[in-house]
T-cell receptor, first 112, second 108 residues
Framework: DVKVTQSSRYLVKRTGEKVFLECVQDMDHENMFWYRQDPGLGLRLIYFSYDVKMKEKGDIPEGYSVSREKKERFSLILESASTNQTSMYLC???????????FGNGTRLTVT | EDQVTQSPEALRLQEGESSSLNCSYTVSGLRGLFWYRQDPGKGPEFLFTLYSAGEEKEKERLKATLTKKESFLHITAPKPEDSATYLCAVQAGNQFYFGTGTSLTVIP
């Protein structure tokens, strides 16, 4: 089974802090994704990566950046956290561009 | 505009009462349709992939079907442990489009 591990289940941060969300997958998947999930809005794509050191913007990249230095690890960075970034953050991976996404259990981030 | 719509938003069933969830989509160049189950506070769990109209997939009490405009997730004789939110996603090109889900509650 695919295992996608997100480093934290819950995080509480203050406005203006720099926040790092880490994600690791153990199945040698090519592609990795970061989504946020909000009630009534569904899942929205923040950034994705099809290869090491490669990244592409999703639908809502503003206020975020990413890093993929190793194939198995994809990090999401909130440069200066704001209260409107309070959300559930979901990391996903897929074997290739024709495969389904496999999700981690999410990080619930609260920015106060 | 590419779009995925799920209905109903919420569904309450008695244990054993079969029903169907709907996912309708308007995308160009469908590459695949995916169903996920999401429990509260957890990430979506992959259930099925459907690639072409007429295709069906089954897993225990769940059966997914696909037409050119929509997919159905049929739940036969549901149990309380089937209670969850069911998400539908469509892949067009390299993009995944998600619906907002159907929240299913199965009452014992």
């Amino acid at each position: 089974d695919v295992k996608v591990t997100q480093s934290s289940r819950y995080l509480v941060k203050r406005t203006g802090e720099k926040v790092f969300l880490e994600c690791v997958q153990d199945m040698d998947h090519e592609n990795m994704f970061w989504y946020r999930q909000d009630p009534g809005l569904g899942l929205r794509l923040i950034y994705f990566s099809y290869d090491v050191k490669m990244k592409e913007k999703g639908d809502i990249p503003e206020g975020y950046s990413v890093s993929r230095e190793k194939k198995e690890r994809f990090s999401l960075i909130l440069e200066s956290a704001s209260t409107n970034q309070t959300s559930m953050y979901l990391c996903a991976s897929s074997l290739n561009r024709n495969s389904p996404l496999h999700f981690g259990n999410g990080t619930r981030l609260t920015v106060t | 505009e590419d779009q995925v719509t799920q209905s109903p938003e919420a569904l309450r069933l008695q244990e054993g009462e079969s029903s169907s969830l709907n996912c309708s989509y308007t995308v160009s160049g469908l590459r695949g349709l995916f169903w996920y189950r999401q429990d509260p506070g957890k990430g979506p769990e992959f259930l099925f992939t459907l690639y072409s109209a007429g295709e069906e997939k089954e897993k225990e009490r769940l059966k997914a079907t696909l037409t050119k405009k929509e997919s159905f997730l049929h739940i036969t004789a549901p149990k309380p442990e089937d209670s969850a939110t069911y998400l539908c996603a469509v892949q067009a090109g390299n993009q995944f489009y998600f619906g907002t889900g159907t929240s299913l509650t199965v009452i014992p």
